[in-house]
């Protein structure tokens, strides 16, 4: 009973509890479970609300037994990263600095989510505040990969992906800034998407880099990435960037999902390609074989500028990060020195004391780029190199209706293995990064496994506000093979 | 040593806060005055995760303001962050406007003696949210009040066109005169709406040659006073200095200095202008702001005349001394009333007369402004008319404006109710001043001997006319009638 529920997708446990068939209570105590037998070995939650989740549960099924209207995720266990508000829990974004930090205030998606009547299971783990690539920076947790626990889940948002290849939540939330919800979700072998800068509010998640962050799903199929979105998206006047929704409306993303899209044309950036391992490359090109097959047409295009963006990212998301960090002072709220001798003291010991090693690097980085004399010569460049990738998928978009490349060039590393060699773990975020850096949306969907039986994620990206575009392409894909549906050796 | 020759150069940064119903980026209520934070909220408190939301209320007080001022506005104009930490600085960044002001290059005309005036050009206007306030206990902690944090703040930069006291005090004065016109800012003093930083420095003529001494910045002035006086010490202070020192301003000696408000000095605060780098950038949490030519109308169209126009009109036109128009002009809804009653047909030099002298004292017993004691321009100008004419004395006047004020009565109810209105028929007072000549021959004789006697003759025999009709016949025509029976 417990397996075939928990290999339910979120639409199908939505539609049994909206039917009767399946309690939300049963379905969250199942998942419970799953986190008890599980969450050891993996480590995927920094905080679970049993209690609450299952009142919750208890609540939607007593709506339904009551025939009162239901939302769309009526009873459906999610977890989300631990770097969104709630009123309910911790919110510590895996730093010491917020280890005790309880928000007075939900984040949009987590309203959305409640007003949607889904039920949150926990909270989960993340490379400290958001930074970093394998969920290793956590200040708080360790989190490994279901499918191989020597490795790393991927990151930031690591835990959410682990979470739900682990079956420990029927779907989850990320973030992504720079590929951290893409890259964990190719990691772990299941779909994740960054949706258009603006799509959905980022009100109540904690900043990072302000104008490259962006909430999305991390799921198991690419109809339940389309669900949530559903869910998630739309205009927030509490967030001034995200965007009107006379200028970019809100679709229902489920409607037309199983329709091809017409007259596909798929861009590939071949160079960009070769600087994948030999397996992904397969992968990779065997995805693409099954477009062809489908009739659609591939066409070689260059971004002549791609290679710039790790560089500039560098520079754009460390000068917000440390400015959006500067907040964390021991003044408020959060970590303060036990016994600071005068006012300077503590800021400057809360936040040596209360902050990781990479999120140090990342503020003097970032603070060292908006210094004046250096400003015109980083920040400022790295805007107008942002502007010419801005430019080469507007080109790229011209001649083709969507770009397909890997979402990174290895699958999931050891442990250890790049902790020491920040420019290393760098650099696999180079598939990723651009599409923060020009706003566009793009999903990670699972396509293959390696030599070594750990999944291999297909990305693709299309232009902004095309969600529901992008998610059509997804799932043709998705029909035509298993691999989402193949489960971690951990849990078989 | 001779006495030196030197110039006065100052400059003025200068903000006020502007009285919207919320603050600049979120919407807790803009109140003073209240229990330490209790006007807070995430988004102000700098919470994780919160988001600023740009208050469209401030922005358009930003734009009437600079508009009144003369600026340029910008149809493109962004928000910047300014990083520095301070207990107060929730964020340890204050949303701010670096390169990109919404406005910039205007001017303020201010009155000197004589009726003058003079262009103080405006550098820049800018908005940004205000910080919080640390408190300082006498018991070696501090606190922090955080309701202040993210109240709108116009900030505005004058080139250094000022070479006196009095002429930074002008101007100050009629900044604060031109908000509360425009109804953008309180304005109020005491409660820190509006605080000064004066940039002093001298030109000396020494042996021929022009000496600048080193700029002097005051911080946090919120009087006229403060500021009118701390810079007549800063320029008594620095010519002192230069005369000991032969100190020049160079780059890197500009200091800061507070005032000391009990003792009436400048004190040293930082000795070297500090390498400030504030890491100016825009803010990614806000989106630019664009001015379209419709909004731009829409605000022009509020715009009113300035205050400093309508004094000079008030002396032009209705005769009044530059004193009484300045007095009338330094309330919006004082000159509004004003006006009203003028146009009613009130006589305006009887209405200044009226409001200026009862009405003020009364708006002051009631903590009110004269518009607000509830009488109507109509039966102002009425009450001026009757003076004018003589129906009723100056002195009646007083009293029926407070019983106007009152009762709500009519001035001629109150006149007739109170026996207020005088007599001023030429027959019925002839047969009054015949029975006190008969009565009095020793002041009448007194009066036609003329010399030193006459004039108090003349007076006495006024005074008793005055006494028989109870005070209520008009003196001029009595002093008519005197005068054509004494010949």
Redesign the interface.
Known sequence: MSDELLNLSCKELRDAIAAGRVKSVAATETVFEQIEKYEPSVGAYISTFKEQALTQARQVDDKITKGRPIGALAGVPVAIKDNMCITFGATTCASKILENFHAPYNAAVVERLLAADAVIVGKTNLDEFAMGSSTENSGLKKTVNPWDLSRVPGGSSGGSAAAVAARMCFAALGSDTGGSIRQPASFCGTVGLKPTYGRVSRFGLVAYGSSLDQIGPVTRTVADTALILNVIAGHDQKDSTSISEQIAPVCDYLEKLDEPPKGLKIGIVPQLNEGAEQDVRKAIGEALEVYRNLGVEIAEITMPHFDYSIAAYYLIATAEASSNLARYDGVHYGYRTPRPNDYIEVYSKSRAEGFGGEVKRRIMLGTYVLSSGYYDAYYLKALKVRNLIRGDFTKAFESCNCVMMPVSPTTAFKIGEKIDDPLQMYLSDVYTIAANLAGVPAISIPCGFDSKNLPVGLQILTPAFTEEKLLRIARMYEKQNQWHLKKPALIK | MAQLQYKAVIGLEIHVHLCTETKMFCSCALEYGLEANSRVC?VC??????????NKHAFEYAMLTALALNCEISRFTKWD?K?Y?Y?DL????QISQYDLPMSRNGFIEIALEGGLTKKIRIIRVHLEEDAGKNLHSAKGF?Q?DLNRAGAPLLEIVTEPDMNSPEEVRALAVELQRIVRHLGVSEADMQKGHMRFEPNINLVIDKDGKDCKTPIVEVKNLNSFRALERSVAYEIARQLDEFAETGLVMEIGNKTTRGWDDANEITVLQREKEEAH?Y???PD????PVEVSDQWLEQIRSRLCELPIKKQMRYVSDYGLSDYDAGVLTAERAMADFFEEVVKDGGEPKRVCNLLTQTGLKLANEKGCSVAELGIKPKDMAELAKMVEDGQVSATASTTIFEKIVETAKSPIQIAEEFNLVQKSDAGELGKIVEQVLKDNPQAVDDVKSGGKKSKKARGFLLGQVMQKTGGRANPKVVSEILAKKLT
């Open positions: 995430p408190l700098g919470m994780p995760g919160v988001l600023p939301v740009m962050r990083s930490y207990p929730p964020k340890n960044y501090s922090v780098d890491r100016y950038f990614p949490d806000l989106v």
